[in-house]
């Protein structure tokens, strides 16, 4: 069975693995829609920076929606409205359950640690959604809160890891090493909020290059690139920083609309 990673924009990914389709992360607003971004560096420009490359019809067929956390890019007004409200959605904690449930929606299931749907057993994981200084300051804590990230095993399929919004933590390589995923997915567009002490609130180049040097064998695929203002890494200034760095044949930096097997 071929499973396929079909990359929407930003974090938004349709995957079609072990049988079953999901929609992680729908941020289905037009160009410009969600307004600026304050507290984040570039917060003159309007996000998203693009327009969708695809069909939300396509996207919505999905059978799952899997969420890492309800930040605006990674779960918007759009997608709130143009999903199926009978559509079962996964989530991290009770919180955001509760607010899709405001939202209309029929069918949330929290999941603590590891639920099963069909073939595909999903385990989550924590992540850090910034710098222990930034995560010090009790409103800048609030705002980033909390972030999960997935992973997905069927039998006989590749595994498959979204790491979701989150910094290289030790906890984060520690789950990196024990589940060892044949695909790790980053959130890599290394965005900053506008106190450059704060640090960045996603991974960038030199966390990508880290998580190879940890599992040199696992192929890396990176999103969150080029669809926000405050996201300042490109796909292309990855490209070649890989290339210097001996691992692009172990990277995949998908375009907005473009697929592949695995």
């Not at 910094?167 to 589940?179: G, M, N, P, S």
């Amino acid at each position: 069975m071929s499973n396929q990673f079909l990359f929407v924009r930003n974090a938004s990914v349709y995957l079609n693995y072990g049988g079953q389709r999901f929609l992680i992360d729908p941020m289905f607003a037009e160009k410009g829609a969600l307004g600026c971004f304050p507290g984040t560096v570039n917060s003159e420009i309007p996000n998203p920076t693009v327009d969708l490359a695809l069909s939300i019809e396509e996207l919505v067929a999905a059978d799952t929606v899997l969420l890492t956390h309800l930040h605006p890019d990674h779960w918007d007004e759009t997608a709130a409205k143009l999903i199926d409200k009978n559509k079962a959605v996964y989530l991290q904690n009770e919180e955001d359950a509760a607010k899709l449930q405001a939202q209309g929606f029929q069918k949330t299931e929290v999941i603590e640690h590891k639920v099963s749907i069909g073939n595909v057993q999903i385990e989550r994981t924590k992540g850090q959604h910034g710098s222990d200084l930034a995560y010090s300051i009790p409103e800048l804590a609030k705002f980033l809160g909390e972030s999960s990230g997935y992973y997905l095993q069927a039998e006989g399929q590749a595994s498959i890891y979204f790491l979701g919004d989150t910094i290289l933590t030790q906890e984060v390589e520690a789950d990196l090493k024990r589940l060892a995923p044949d695909y790790i997915v980053v959130n890599a567009g290394a965005a900053r909020l506008a106190d450059a002490k704060l640090g960045a609130i996603i991974m960038g180049k030199e966390e990508i290059a880290k998580i190879h040097q940890l599992l040199p064998k696992s192929k890396l695929v990176a999103i969150h690139l080029e669809a926000l203002a405050h996201c300042v890494l490109s796909r292309k200034e990855l490209r070649q920083f890989a290339k210097e760095q001996g691992f692009s044949s172990q990277l995949t930096i998908p375009e907005d609309g473009a697929s592949f097997l695995f």
